[in-house]
């Protein structure tokens, strides 16, 4: 068996992995931002008087957010060990989203 067969799936792989882990830091660091943007507005409302914002229910909203994604994050590990680009892809995705 030739090890050489193997390098052009790694690379492009890695390479893919590259271009997602990039993607998804710059998606994670907009959705953040909007995110942290709405609450602010929300805080703002309220110190005005114009809304009132009911806290118990806030807090079991972001509970259940919590739980919804610590279930697609294991969704997504499993989606990543079934590639068969896994290894490349998993490296470049850890570049990828350093960098980005």
Not at 2 to 19: E, H, W
Not at 71 to 79: A, C, Y
């Amino acid at each position: 068996m030739d090890i050489l067969q193997f390098l052009p799936d790694l690379g492009v792989g890695f390479i893919s992995g590259v271009v997602v882990g990039w993607g998804i830091k710059v998606a994670l660091k907009i959705v953040a931002a909007l995110i942290a943007l709405y609450f602010l507005s929300l805080l703002y409302l309220a110190k005005l008087g114009v809304i009132t914002i009911n806290k118990d229910a806030l807090l079991g909203l972001l509970g259940s957010v919590e739980n919804s994604l610590v279930s697609f994050g294991g969704q997504i590990v499993g989606l990543i060990h079934s590639l068969s680009l896994g290894t490349g892809f998993v490296a470049g995705f850890i570049v990828g989203f350093k960098k980005g």
